[in-house]
């Protein structure tokens, strides 16, 4: 199948700091990729790159075998609508309903007038309650955001994303403010609307034993550089260490935020 999302050679610098280099690796449908590595591993700049927030100084990143270098326009913001965002706070705007967090959703597909005044098509709405069902909240469609779990919370996130319609979705440590049991619950939706929908998940996380539950595929940075791109089940804890420079915490903590030892190249 043909990739999604797919990063070839791309490279950043800033300044004198090597933030990605030749980085390569795709994503097909329905495939959820964990992004894993140490603090300032290029992670972020990975998501800078595809969102276009930076342009890569070589390489190229292609949605639906599109190079978004040099879109502008309409055709760059038609490419973001295929691209869906969630964060690690969650982006809701708390006073409106989770209901009108997922219409917003919508706002790349209807006339700029009707987000304002928001006077959504009945279809619109429909499809909005459809995705929060979706995630398993349709009861709490008129519920302020604000008073939802975290958990909870980015679940409406992922509908919003289901709701404009996106092809890829970049999550960016997106459990890294909840307890394990919502974390699970979290990226259980996420690889559920991902096998179903058709979506190509890249998920940064800091956990390695999530991205070991959660990840069909693992793509690890050290340095700016992919170290590691392979099955998820190919995380163990030797490659771990490779990755980290460090051993593998007990099972279920955090990966280190940062490491000195020099990288090592992991399993191919
Ligand atoms: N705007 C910037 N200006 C200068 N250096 C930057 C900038 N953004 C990132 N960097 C550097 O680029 C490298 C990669 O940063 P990046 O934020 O992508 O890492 P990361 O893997 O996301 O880290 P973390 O897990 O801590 O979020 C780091 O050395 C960082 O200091």
């Known amino acids: 199948m043909p990739p999604v999302l797919s990063l070839s050679g791309v490279s950043k610098t800033y300044g004198p700091t090597t933030a990605l280099a030749d980085v390569s690796f795709s994503l097909a449908p329905g495939e959820v990729v964990a992004l894993v590595g140490p603090s ?3 992670k972020s700049t990975v998501f800078r790159c ?3 927030l930076v342009d890569p100084d070589n390489g190229s990143v292609s949605v639906l075998g599109r190079d978004l270098a040099g879109l502008g326009g309409r055709a760059l913001r038609e490419a973001r609508r295929d691209i869906g965002l969630i964060f690690q706070q969650f982006n809701l705007i708390g006073r409106m309903s989770a209901l009108d967090n997922v219409l917003a959703g919508r706002m790349g597909h209807v006339a700029t007038w009707r987000v304002v005044a ?12 459809a995705c929060l069902d979706r995630v398993g909240l349709l009861d709490k ?3 302020r955001a604000d008073s939802l779990s975290g958990g909870q919370q980015q679940r409406v996130a992922i509908a919003r994303v289901l709701a404009q319609r996106s092809r890829v979705l970049l ?3 997106p ?11 979290v990226l259980g939706v996420l690889r559920t609307v991902a096998r179903e929908n058709g979506i190509a998940v890249l998920c940064s996380l800091h956990q390695v034993d999530l991205a070991r539950r959660f990840a069909d595929r693992v793509v690890a940075l050290r340095g700016g550089r992919v170290v590691l ?13 490779d990755i980290y420079g460090t051993p593998e915490p007990p099972a279920g903590g955090p990966a280190p935020s940062s490491c000195e030892a ?3 190249i992991a399993a191919a």
């Open 40 to 42: 300032g591993a290029g």
């Open 50 to 52: 595809v969102t276009r």
């Open 118 to 129: 928001r006077m959504f098509p009945a279809a619109d709405r429909q499809l909005a309650l």
């Open 141 to 143: 469609a008129y519920q």
């Open 171 to 173: 999550a960016d440590e």
């Open 175 to 185: 459990v890294s403010s909840l307890d394990p049991k919502a974390a699970d619950t």
């Open 229 to 241: 791109e392979a099955p998820a089940g190919a995380l163990t804890p030797t490659a771990f260490a």
């Open 262 to 264: 020099p990288p090592r």
